[in-house]
């Protein structure tokens, strides 16, 4: 686990854009940040802010036309796609909005994937914890399709958690949850981090879910143009509304 | 609605692709073997009309001979020719000569042709054919004239590599011909076509007559033309009236149906044959189709209920995935025409490893060829579209709005239930086909019974292939790990697309090695046989049968280290004159009958004379004949009557029934050659094999084989059919191949989200592709499974019927078997190499958003 105050993940300088001439839309626009470790940060904005093009760029799955990218100390922008597999397999753990479980596998297997993809044993000890946190013990030989929404969202959840990687990108984790299965999962994040020193990243347009963060960084038009700390529900909705003002 | 189920064909440009790919393989084949049997068919009845004239004059009985395939030495006589030419409804006579067993030897010394069409020989003239066809005619040179000249038909010219001026190698068994004249002239047919195989000699009529009749002043057969107006059977009458006692005339169609007839139904049987492999492509090829198809309307059960929700009915649902069907057979099809004429090239190359040469005959696309091509490309199409069309109608319009649709399948309990039925129906089919004599057409009860139990293996397969699938998935998990494991877990998701994948796979191989079991038991069988039976320690006789000089069977029997020689002669005629009882004969010397060592079970051996013959228990037996009784046999000569003087023990020796003297034989118009000569050896004796061939040396058709390799030719033949079905068979596989193919083409389609979550979390594009390879793997090599265990039971229980036809031995050929396996394993590789590259290649981004 990192260390407390240490950076767990940079952008610098980092600008996208999509098309050309008339139709270019600027995704990100020269944006740098700094992810803390051991903190949960939220990243918000309306439609077409770039916030999904920084997470995607952040985890490896997409690449930037210039800046950098770091997670740890590892420059990702000079990686190959091996390198990147291997990174994201390795340091990054992934939640999506809509659940993306391998529906052939049962919720155990469906956990231990990424570890058992890389070779690797898990470490027993952690794994419970996994498991006690997600709260799923009596669930574990399900298949996704005999589990609910909620639940299945936690086993991805405890699947970005087991390989202990150095950040966790949530994409909209609660998307497609009520609320009540939603809290249960952003719950279960935010124990992550308070518990296990997790570094969580979370896109989300929901002032709910970013109350539970530490930090919430606001993007308009592919830049940072502002910035809360330990948010309340009612922070974030005032922030909203003043940018879209 | 038209409109909508065209545009969302268009837009899954790689699946049309796809499901049309096997229906454009089914309807070539259907094409392919359509036009070349056409091809055959047309070409044979052209040139068996160009080898007769509008009346044929020729001996009473010659055409007994002909029957059993051996030619007799009569002739009729030149001197008939001026009162033929006399009469009132006669253009012009011809006399020809014509003999068999002239073999052309290429530059290189080897005979031409030879294994199985025949060698012709005979004399030039240009007499036209009946109806006033043209024959064959010089296509370059000029005519030959006098002993030193030939013409040859282009293909055999072509084939020995000989050209115009170049000195002819020309030989006959016999070793009576032996002669080297210029080439100067090439004959063929001025519309194209060719003697399929066969290969022609001509001399002028003095040296013919020199060469193939022992200098007689005589013929083989007149051809009579008929003058304008008059009719053939008109022509024939006037004809016979002026023979004399002892030959006979007939019309050219007659003759011509009299020796095309055995032919064209050798050909009838080569057409069935090759359609019903067909058959087998287009049942394959309807799994890959109705699989096709099934996953397809799978992937649009979203679209569809989202149709449904906005107001569509079940029937313009279910129609337009009718529609979509026929676009894709209509296309297929056209292809699939296309395609099929390559393919019956293909086919004309390979059976042309049998002898039946047609190369130079031009290929026939008759309208009913395109008629049935499009026809069974779309209705096959359509036919195989309406099962999973009619559960599009099932959808509910709900479904559009859930995220994963599932298309409403028959219960795997239902399909057992089918399988078990169809297995109930077609096992007493085959086996009261295989085992009841008595049932008229047995090969259709044996068929239908077949396709029976394939299609009920093919419907309990997801039950049957479901332990198995279990078992591979577990050793995929532990020798694979994680990739393994999902690999197998993918196989199982639906079993049901794997298994139908896999029984496409199955019926190729379970043909393949069915016949591998034939071909391996009658290989063991005919070794068995010259095991038991061959004795001596040579036998000299050439490829066919056909008989060579007794003088080389002379020679042989003077070598030093030669203790002793048995010939034997071949002859056939009709029993009691009965054109349906054909009887073959076998003649040996009196003085040397004692060497076959035979045990009479009544008369004596030693009694054994002209005009007697010695009869084989069994077949005397079934003939009511005993001792003293009369044989009546009709030949070419005419009737005779044989007395029995013996009835013997069955020997190896004696391939007849009936054994009777050489000279008895000659007395019935057959020629003076040796069939069959069995050699025994001083022990003691070495290099005698060479000194063997020394005499044949200038004889490429006759040779000297001990019973390693007397066996060896025995075997040839067989090795020959098998390589055809398996060229044919290889079709079947390549199809099941694509079907592999496919359907993992599809169901990577259908989980391009799941593979875009594998690659986000770590996943490598090497092992993405390992996945798709091991999940082809399995499906080729559940397809393999099935079809050798299918293949040794069809195998078996088929030798097991055929028991009492001299197949004894039934033999499982185990290096086959491995290698099939092992063929299943690199094919499923192969099959994956395109579905395994499109998965890793997809991007990660969009195939997590991917819906």
């Given amino acids: 686990m990192t260390q407390e105050g240490a950076v767990a993940a940079r952008v610098q300088h980092l600008t996208k854009t999509y098309g050309t001439g008339e139709t270019q839309v600027v995704a990100l626009d020269d944006v740098t940040i700094d992810l803390m470790a051991g903190e949960f940060t939220a990243v918000m904005g309306p439609s077409g802010s770039g916030k999904s093009t920084l997470m995607h760029c952040l985890a490896a799955l997409d690449t930037a036309d210039s800046g950098s990218v770091m997670i740890g100390d590892q420059e990702l922008t000079v990686l190959k796609d091996k390198a990147l597999t291997r990174l994201r397999r390795d340091a990054i753990g992934f939640v999506f909005q809509s659940y993306n479980l391998v529906p052939t596998l049962t919720a155990r297997e469906n956990i231990l994937l990424p570890l058992s993809i890389a070779g690797r044993d898990p470490d027993r000890e952690w794994y419970d914890a996994v498991i ?14 005999q589990l609910s929404g909620g639940q299945q969202q936690r086993v991805a959840v405890a699947r970005a958690l087991v390989s202990r990687p150095r950040v966790v990108f949530a994409d909209e984790p609660t998307g497609n949850l009520d609320s009540a299965s939603g809290a249960e999962v952003l719950d279960l994040l935010r124990r992550s981090v308070d518990e296990h020193h997790q570094t969580v990243v979370m896109v989300t347009h929901d002032p709910v879910a970013a109350a539970y963060t530490d930090r919430v960084l606001f993007l308009a038009d592919g830049r940072v143009v502002d910035e809360l700390r330990d948010p309340s529900r009612e922070q974030v909705l005032e922030t909203m509304a003043r940018l879209a003002a | 609605m038209i409109r909508a189920s065209l545009k969302s064909l268009l837009a899954r440009r790689v699946r049309l692709l796809l499901s049309t790919f096997a229906i454009v393989l089914g309807v070539a084949f259907v094409t392919g073997i359509l036009m070349f049997s056409d091809t055959v068919q047309r070409s044979f009845v052209a040139l068996f009309d160009s080898t007769v004239g509008d009346s044929v004059v020729r001996p009473v009985n010659s055409d007994v001979a002909q029957q059993g395939a051996v030619f007799s030495t009569q002739t009729v006589p030149a001197s008939l020719q001026p009162d033929l030419e006399r009469l009132p409804g006669a253009a012009r006579v011809d006399g020809m000569v014509s003999a068999t067993g002239v073999y052309v030897l290429s530059t290189g010394g080897k005979v031409v042709g030879g294994s199985g069409p025949p060698a012709f020989g005979g004399n030039w003239n240009d007499a036209p054919a009946g109806h006033g066809l043209e024959g064959l005619v010089i296509l370059d040179g000029h005519e030959p004239h006098g002993a030193d000249e030939v013409v040859l038909d282009e293909s055999t010219a072509d084939r020995a590599g000989y050209e115009l001026g170049d000195k002819v190698s020309i030989v006959t068994a016999t070793q009576t011909l032996d002669v080297h004249p210029t080439l100067v002239g090439i004959a063929g047919f001025r519309e194209g076509g060719s003697l399929n195989g066969a290969t022609y000699a001509a001399f002028d009529t003095p040296t013919a007559q020199q060469l193939f009749l022992d200098g007689k002043d005589a013929y083989t057969v007149f051809w009579v033309t008929a003058r304008d107006g008059v009719s053939q059977e008109e022509l024939t009458e006037q004809v016979a009236a002026a023979l004399p006692e002892g030959y006979e005339a007939v019309t050219g169609d007659d003759a011509a149906e009299e020796s095309a007839g055995p032919l064209l139904s050798g050909i009838g049987f080569l057409t069935t044959f090759l359609l019903i492999f067909a058959g087998i492509a287009l049942v394959v090829s309807s799994y890959i189709i109705v699989n096709t198809f099934s996953i397809l309307v799978a992937q649009r059960s979203r679209e569809l209920a989202l149709l449904r929700a906005l107001g569509a009915s079940k029937k313009q649902v279910i129609r337009s995935v009718q529609l979509e069907a026929f676009a894709v057979g209509l296309v297929g099809s056209t292809l699939g025409l296309g395609l099929g004429v390559v393919l019956a090239m293909g086919i004309r190359a390979l059976v042309s490893s049998i002898g039946l040469d047609l190369a130079h005959q031009p290929l026939i696309l008759a309208p009913r060829t395109v008629l049935a091509a499009f026809a069974t490309g779309i209705v096959v199409t359509m036919v195989a579209a309406w099962l999973p069309a009619r559960r599009t109608g099932r959808i509910a319009p709900v479904q559009a709005l859930r995220d994963d649709v599932a298309l409403p399948e028959s219960s795997v309990r239902r399909r057992l239930l089918l399988g078990v039925a169809l297995l109930a129906a077609g096992i007493p089919l085959a086996l009261v086909g295989l085992f009841v004599g008595a049932v008229p057409h047995n090969g259709w009860w044996v068929g239908a019974g077949v396709l029976a139990v394939l299609l009920g293996v093919t419907a309990a397969s997801p039950v049957i292939g479901r332990p198995f699938l279990r078992a591979t998935g577990a050793v995929e998990a532990r020798a694979f790990g994680p990739m393994g494991r999902l690999a197998g877990q993918n196989s199982l998701r639906n079993p049901r697309r794997t298994t139908a994948t ?71 005629g009709l029993l009691g004159g009965d054109e349906d009882d054909g009887l073959s004969i076998v003649a040996t010397a009196p003085e040397t009958i004692g060497d076959f060592h035979l045990k009479a079970v009544a008369g004596s051996v030693s009694d054994f004379a002209d005009d007697t013959v010695l009869l084989k228990e069994d077949w005397a037996d079934d003939h009511d004949l005993g001792v003293g009784d009369t044989l009546e046999v009709t030949l070419p000569t005419g009737a005779k009557k044989w007395r029995v003087v013996g009835v013997v023990e069955d020997s190896p020796l004696v391939f007849s029934p009936v054994l009777t003297t050489t000279q008895t034989l000659l007395d019935s ?168 590259r499109r998965a890793a290649r997809l991007d990660v981004l969009r195939a997590i958003a991917a819906d």
Avoid: C, W
């Avoid at chain 2, 079907?739 to 594998?758: K, P």
């Fill in chain 1, 132 to 145: 006690a946190t997600v709260n799923l013990a009596d669930r574990l030989d399900h298949k996704p399709n």
């Fill in chain 2, 502 to 572: 896999a029984s496409a796979l199955m019926i190729g191989l379970t043909l393949a090695f069915t016949v591998a079991i034939l071909g391996s038991s009658a290989k063991a069988s005919v070794d068995k046989a010259v095991e038991d039976n061959f004795i001596g320690d040579y036998v000299v006789s050439s490829a066919f049968g056909e008989g060579f000089s007794p003088a080389i069977t002379d020679r042989m029997a003077e070598i030093d280290g030669v203790t002793e020689v048995l010939r034997q002669r071949y002859g056939f």
């Fill in chain 2, 669 to 836: 118009g057959f020629p003076d050659q040796d069939n069959y000569v069995v050699v025994f050896a001083d022990p003691g004796a070495t290099g005698l094999q060479e000194r063997l061939d020394a005499v044949v040396e200038d004889l490429p058709v006759v040779t000297v084989k001990d019973q390693q390799a007397f066996a060896a030719e025995q075997r040839a033949p067989i090795d020959r059919i098998i390589g055809i079905i398996y060229g044919l068979l290889f079709f079947a596989v390549v199809i099941a191949v694509l079907g592999i193919v496919n359907t993992l083409a599809l169901s990577v389609i259908e989980r391009t989200r799941e593979i875009g979550l594998l690659r986000a979390i770590g996943v490598s594009r090497r092992q993405l592709r390992q996945m798709i390879r091991l999940e082809s793997v399995v499906i080729a090599v559940l397809g393999a499974v099935l079809g050798v265990a299918l293949g040794i039971v069809f195998g078996v229980t088929l030798m097991y019927a055929l028991r009492d036809q001299g197949l004894e031995r039934i033999s499982i050929p185990v290096v086959q078997l491995v290698v099939f396996l092992v063929l299943s394993l690199v094919l499923g590789v192969l099959a994956a190499v395109f579905p395994a």
